[in-house]
């Protein structure tokens, strides 16, 4: 018979950090620093009850099929922390009451999340994605998140933001540009901070200077591909990871660069976030970019045949492709939310067949069929936006693509007003610099200076990042 002495176990000694991301802790006592903090830098305490070692009794949640649900925390359960509560309770002088408020205003109300999501279902999801690592990670990511809430409240008020407020900004996404840099990424929960901390600082340049988020959508790219790829797949990192490639997909497409990295397969049969039902598109979108650097960089006969043959069999692949029907909408989504779903993915086929065109079809030639996926693109947002009286969202890419074929000037009139309205309504440094690049390029056109809009001189700034200075003031 076990002695009573060999039946009690050691009380748990990981610190409050490793603890919430099942981190093996590695610490002489709970008095000491452990190595994974002190690695990153962290506050390492342990001020949460400690228990008893070994497995304690736990409540199976059943889904309404009566199957346990493996994924009620992250997609419709709470939030495991109380995000106010934990805001209110850290100290003053680790963060002050004007950066307390920020962080609430980004994290305590999902619908201030509206315009970077695809609908209201998604508002949810996006606040917990965010609030998740926080508490085991605040140093870190503090200064891209505070970046960032001051730029989306700035777009609530108006785009009222005095200068001291901009500079402000600016200073936090510096330090987090630094944090970024500096963050050892050495294994898969480093690899998800390293995205949570990346699509932040991502968004808060996508939405407010433009220069420079192609480099950090690669530097995380390709610094956490090796550890996400060997890993089963995170609802909270996954759609970190699709944003980042099509942010660079967009830069690449233009620049006729070959992006970091080819979405997974495994990764595809999911609703994302932002994209929708487009994420199995992506790896077609990819795969245009490389056919693009290609014919941009070979002037070999043969060389030219084989990357022709392979744009042949992407755009069939692309005009064969169709919304999984595995994915049930019916019953996750109200009639708005499926509407603007299932417009989405149509624009964006039609905008990847249409780059397929211009890569084998310069201006002037072929125009007809150009102009038709241009008019189908932009009929299915304004009908969308008829029915649901709400925008699409995350159709920058496939909007500027079919704008750039619209000839009639009453028409290029109405496509500049209806920037506001299809470039991301979070991004007013890129609306403003999509505008310029339109007005442009048709220029261009016009005047026969260039034969496809990909070469052009004029490129929207953060989405190419060579436009004038006064685009990213």
């Not at 610490?27 to 620093?33: D, G, I, W």
């Not at 997909?249 to 080819?262: E, F, N």
């Not at 744009?311 to 999984?324: H, M, N, V």
Request: glycine share 4%; proline share 6%.
């Amino acid at each position: 018979m076990a002695t009573i002495a060999a039946r009690v176990r050691k009380p748990r000694t990981a610190c409050d950090q490793c603890y919430r991301l099942k981190e093996r802790c590695t610490r002489a006592s709970t008095v000491t620093v452990c190595t994974r903090c002190s690695r990153l830098d962290l506050v390492c305490s342990t001020v949460r009850p400690v228990r008893p070692a070994g497995r304690r009794p736990r409540c199976r949640t059943q889904s309404v099929s009566g199957t346990t649900s493996s994924q009620s925390n992250t997609a419709g359960g709470p939030v495991d922390t109380d995000v106010s509560s934990w805001l209110r309770d850290i100290p003053n002088h680790d963060l002050p009451a004007e950066e307390k408020e920020l962080m609430m205003f980004l994290l305590g109300r999902p619908e201030n999340l509206e315009c970077l999501v695809m609908g209201p279902s998604f508002q949810a999801a996006e606040q917990r994605s965010l609030a998740a690592p926080l508490p085991a990670a605040l140093p870190i990511l503090k200064d891209a998140y505070l970046a960032f809430a001051a730029s989306l409240k700035s777009l609530q008020s108006g785009g009222t933001a005095t200068e001291e407020a901009r500079s402000t900004s600016l200073r936090h996404a510096s330090s987090a540009m630094k944090t970024l840099r500096s963050l050892p990424v050495v294994t898969p929960q480093d690899a998800a901070l390293c995205l949570a901390l990346g699509t932040t600082l991502a968004s808060f340049v996508y939405s407010a200077i433009g220069v420079g988020l192609a480099d950090i959508c690669h530097y995380c790219l390709s610094t956490t591909s090796l550890f996400l790829e060997t890993t089963m797949p995170d609802p909270d990192t996954e759609p970190w990871q699709s944003f980042l490639i099509l942010l660079e997909i967009m830069d690449c497409l233009v620049h006729r660069q070959k992006p970091t990295l080819r979405i997974p397969l495994r990764k595809l049969e999911r609703i994302d976030r932002r994209v929708g039902l487009c994420l199995p598109l992506l790896p077609h979108y990819y795969d245009l970019c490389v056919i693009s650097h290609s014919l941009a960089n070979t002037t070999d006969a043969s060389y030219l045949a084989r990357i022709h043959k392979q744009l042949d069999k992407t755009q069939a692949a692309i005009a064969e492709w169709l919304p999984s029907p595995s994915l049930h909408l019916v019953d996750e989504f109200d009639s708005a939310e499926i509407v603007n779903l299932l417009a989405q993915a149509r624009i964006y086929r039609l905008a990847a067949l249409l780059v397929s065109h211009r890569l084998r079809h310069m201006f002037g030639d072929e125009d007809g069929q150009a102009d038709i996926w241009s008019k189908e693109i932009m009929m299915e947002l304004e009908l969308a936006r008829r029915i649901t009286r709400r925008s699409v969202q995350c159709v920058t890419l496939p909007f500027l693509v079919a704008a750039v074929e619209v000839r009639a000037t009453d028409a290029r009139l109405g496509t500049l007003r209806n920037v506001d309205h299809y470039v991301d309504r979070f991004t007013p440094v890129l609306q403003q610099a999509g505008r310029i690049f339109l007005t442009r390029v048709w220029s261009e056109r016009d005047g026969k200076a260039t034969s496809c809009w990909f070469d052009s001189i004029w490129k929207p700034c953060p989405v190419l990042h060579s436009i004038d200075a006064a685009c990213t003031v």
